[in-house]
């Protein structure tokens, strides 16, 4: 815990640090500076006082982060199948542990869950922890949150990563601030500390910028990282144990009642396919949407959005890529008149080669891309679906 | 029934970007406005309103500017707003953000259900409606993108899940944040505006909530730090065609052969 400080006998009421905060959060009231509610802690005010009259103190009371220890793992069992994030969590979850000689864990919560924990035992875990009862059967945030505190209360883990999926944002918040500890959503990048400390990155503010972000006062680490952002483990011969646990009646007891569950029709997903065109603001009518289809049927790819386009109404948000959409990690993305905001660019930096089409050669779009192409896409990608398809005639 | 609203102000835009010398934030805009995503929170808590007779309120925490967006509430159709604002409050995270709006709602008294928006567009975490659940002992449903049935004793509600929908029931009080989309908001009426000129916005600072200790707020209250920030790496392995010199869907039809995409 740490909190911002203005010396009012240092400072002069230069005002310097009032417009360098990008959040409003200085202000001058009568004759000293205030910090209000609006500071973010970015701690430019800092570095921008030449008086040095702003520090940051720390209070010293902290958990002792010896008696935590382990990284645990939430295993989504749903619907009958573990959630390929889970696999990619215990790729990083192993890494971390490995680099401050820790175990991994996972835990995985439901009803009829048949081969899933030697499955996870494939990944790596050391020991797998499974709640599994009838009235478990459908995630309920209350009962799965009862068992997570159950969990880490007898494992006592230092990090614990859970997936940004629909479950995941809904129960991983709930958890954390039952054990009134820290929780970073939608990392990109997770190291961590010989003492520990989980140095967790993520965009942040809304705007083109990353943040560092530590719970270094408070145990357990919670972070949630979306799927197709981390690498998945590698399979070895299974070493980990597999330990059921007890179900409870307080543990299962829930006040959501699951009345029926409808399915979605089965759609291939955008974050399942290997190449990706996506249309951004630089599609001009909703019509010419059919251009980038038709790419991306010619490379055997499925087409995505940006989020003005969702905004738009011109199709719905299981295209979107971008922090309220979807992350994907395709072999091949081409991007035609997006600008490539950081709440886009974060959700598909990954890709394995980014191609980029804009006339705006500013466009930051191209600080990610490995192929930049400044021109009109009503010119390249016309052309280009020309050449694809003269080729495929060619080969008849 | 009572009824509480969660809103935030954010930023007009979200371009902001950072000066790669000296590290220092450029601020492109100092505009600001009602998350988006809480409007469809708001719509949801009108209707509801309107069909039982609920009383409306709603809660932000924020600057004192933040007024403006419960001004805008009440020319929605809020019945009354709550701005909680304390220096005390700064530097919040979502723990401490949760924990001083829960604090607030326990303020207000006999609340029945409360709404919020999917998520913010600044912070993008989601998370800090299932936190206010948690801290007021009370069942949530997240991602809810339709309203089956609102009754005396609870809701019904349908919520979107991965491959799914659920049509659950909770009984009150409990928290529900809505999908975009659940209803069309209503725009501000000048009726309204006329109406609620004078209305009056509750201020809560920190001296109204039940617990005092200022070391569970804002910053002292957050587990989590910002260590730094910084511009995110820019790839410097690239190859820009620029079509005013070549022919740039040839070249990328050529790449694509060679890796085989063609």
């Known amino acids: 815990m740490a909190s911002i400080k203005i010396d009012n006998n240092k400072c002069n009421l230069c005002g310097e640090c009032i417009p360098v905060c990008p959040f409003e959060a200085m202000e001058q009231a009568g004759n000293v500076i205030e910090i209000n509610a609006a500071c973010k802690m970015c701690k430019l005010c800092i570095k921008a006082c030449p008086q040095r009259a702003i520090e940051i103190v720390h209070s010293e009371n902290s958990v002792n982060k010896e008696l935590w220890q382990g990284v645990l793992v939430y295993a989504q069992f749903f619907e009958g199948k573990l959630h390929p994030v889970t696999f990619e969590l215990i790729g990083i979850g192993r890494k971390l542990a490995s680099e401050v000689n820790m175990k991994t864990y996972a835990l995985i919560i439901g009803h009829d869950m048949g081969n899933a924990p030697q499955e996870l035992l494939e990944y790596g875990v050391n020991k797998v922890f499974v709640y599994d009862d009838a009235k478990l059967d459908r995630f309920c945030a209350d009962t799965y949150a009862n068992v997570f505190e159950d969990i880490i209360g007898e494992l006592k883990p230092s990090v614990v990563l859970v997936g940004s999926t629909s479950i995941g944002r809904s129960l991983a918040p709930r958890v954390s601030t039952r054990f009134k500890t820290g929780l970073t959503a939608d990392c990109t990048t997770l190291t961590i500390k010989p003492n520990t400390d989980l140095v967790q990155i993520r965009p942040a503010f809304g705007g083109n910028i990353m943040a560092q972000i530590v719970t270094s006062k408070h145990r357990p680490q919670f972070a949630t990282v979306r799927y197709k952002v981390m690498d998945c483990a590698s399979k070895v011969r299974p070493f980990g144990t597999v330990e059921v646990r007890q179900v409870d009646d307080d543990m299962s007891y829930t006040k959501i009642e699951v009345l029926s569950v409808i399915q979605k029709s089965a759609v291939t997903s955008i974050t399942d396919v290997d190449v990706l065109v996506v249309a951004g603001q630089g599609v001009k009518e909703k019509e010419d949407l059919s251009l980038i289809k038709e790419l991306a049927i010619s490379l055997g790819g499925e087409y995505a959005v940006t989020r003005p386009l969702v905004e738009k109404g011109w199709t719905d948000y299981t295209r979107q890529i971008g922090l309220s959409g979807r992350t994907v990690k395709p072999k091949l993305i081409i991007t035609c008149g997006v600008s490539g905001a950081i709440q886009f660019a974060a959700c598909m930096n990954f890709s394995e080669c980014i191609v980029a089409i804009n006339t705006d050669k500013d466009a930051s779009i191209f600080k990610i891309a490995h192929y930049g192409i400044i021109g009109d896409l009503y010119e390249i990608v016309p052309s280009l679906i020309e050449k694809i398809k003269g080729d495929r005639e060619y080969a008849v | ?262």
């Not at chain 2, 801290?135 to 309203?147: C, Q, R």
């Not at chain 2, 209803?183 to 004078?198: I, V």
């Not at chain 2, 804002?218 to 910084?230: C, I, K, N, Y």
């Open chain 2, 1 to 262: 029934m009572k009824i509480v609203v969660c809103i935030k102000q954010v930023p007009g835009t979200m371009l902001v970007d950072i000066d790669p010398e000296t590290g220092v934030l450029k601020r492109s805009g100092i505009s600001a406005k009602m998350n988006p995503y809480d409007l469809y929170a708001l719509e949801t808590a009108l209707i509801l309103g309107q069909q039982t007779g609920a009383h409306v309120t709603a809660l932000t925490m924020g600057p004192p500017q933040a007024q403006a967006i419960i001004k805008e509430a009440y020319m929605m159709g809020a019945d009354d707003g709550v701005l909680l604002c304390d220096t005390r409050f700064a530097g919040s995270d979502v723990l401490a953000t949760s924990y001083a709006l829960s604090g607030a709602i326990s303020v207000i008294g006999g609340v029945d259900m409360i709404i919020c928006g999917k998520q913010t567009t600044d912070g993008d975490t989601a998370q800090v409606g299932p936190a206010i659940a948690e801290h007021l002992k009370i069942p949530h449903v997240t991602w809810v993108k339709k309203i089956e049935d609102c009754s005396d004793s609870g809701i019904v509600v349908e919520q979107n899940m991965e491959d799914s929908f659920e049509v659950v029931r909770m009984p009150y009080p409990c928290l529900i944040s809505v999908e975009k989309d659940i209803y069309t908001p209503r725009l501000p009426s000048y009726l309204n505006y006329k109406k609620t000129l004078n209305r009056e916005i509750t201020v809560l600072t920190l001296a109204d909530l039940l617990d005092q200790d200022e070391d569970n707020y804002g910053l002292a209250g957050s587990p989590t730090q910002v260590e730094r920030v910084f511009s995110p790496q820019p790839n410097d392995d690239q190859t820009i065609w620029d079509c005013a010199s070549v022919d740039g869907a040839a070249l990328l039809y050529d790449l694509l052969t060679a890796e085989k995409f063609v």
